[in-house]
């Protein structure tokens, strides 16, 4: 079974296109609708339950590894996908992720990339950006380095076996997890997996701000690269 974990909280206003969206997938076999709602206050966990998910309740807001966390327990499936509100999904979607685990046995996670639904002039930059970075750290570290949030596969085992996404504190259900399952094995990259999704977080930004934005969280992920060596230095001295 493969389960879709989606963390919500006030999502009425998107959640109906995503949830049909997961109804309407060609895939076969059996898969379930995880919503995991953060006390929403809004219709979310309602419209959720009438289109058939099951709804989980998470009251601690720490984030939304956190909520991810909680609704992976809760699954019932071997493979576990990371899924958002404010997504919609092809209908060709679930069975490409089955199709990659099946084709590839050693493989713990499965990465794809999304598109914005309504772009802004800027999102073709986004799109090439993501995609060359993927495909030179695919050549060169075996895995990719950009992943999406919205449309994450992986094992539960390995999930379980790296302790999930306990301890992890920069981009902890993106960067965090998908460095932390390398280490169980491999991460799979396809460009043809993809979804859209919306540009809400960044629609209302300028040009200027989402410059800065960009540069404060290249910033932040070199800091936390360089720290992790140092790490693996201290840690190599120690042996």
Request: with cysteine; glycine share 6%.
């Amino acid at each position: 079974m493969i389960s879709i974990v989606i963390p919500t909280l006030n999502e009425e206003q998107y959640i109906t296109d995503s949830l049909k969206s997961l109804k309407e997938q060609d895939y076969t076999g059996d898969y379930e609708v995880i919503v995991v709602d953060n006390e929403s206050r809004d219709g979310t966990a309602e419209i959720a339950r009438g289109l058939g998910a099951r709804v989980v309740c998470c009251r601690e807001r720490n984030g939304i590894a956190r909520v991810r966390h909680v609704g992976t327990d809760a699954a019932r499936g071997d493979i576990i996908v990371q899924g958002d509100a404010d997504t919609v999904y092809p209908r060709q979607w679930l069975s490409k992720i089955a199709r990659g685990f099946e084709s590839h046995p050693e493989a713990v996670a499965l990465a794809g990339r999304y598109f914005y639904n309504h772009p802004r002039w800027w999102a073709k930059v986004e799109y090439a950006f993501r995609l060359g970075i993927n495909q030179v750290s695919v050549a060169t570290l075996s895995r990719p380095l950009i992943i999406s949030g919205a449309t994450f596969a992986f094992r539960r085992s390995a999930f379980q076996a790296v302790k999930g996404y306990q301890g992890l504190t920069f981009s902890a259900d993106q960067y965090g997890i998908s460095s932390r399952l390398n280490k169980a094995g491999k991460v799979l990259y396809d460009k043809d997996l993809f979804v859209f999704t919306s540009p809400r977080r960044v629609a209302h930004k300028s040009t200027l701000v989402l410059l800065i934005d960009v540069f404060t969280n290249l910033n932040r992920w070199h800091i936390y690269l360089c720290k992790q060596c140092l790490k693996s230095v201290r840690k190599s001295e120690r042996e």
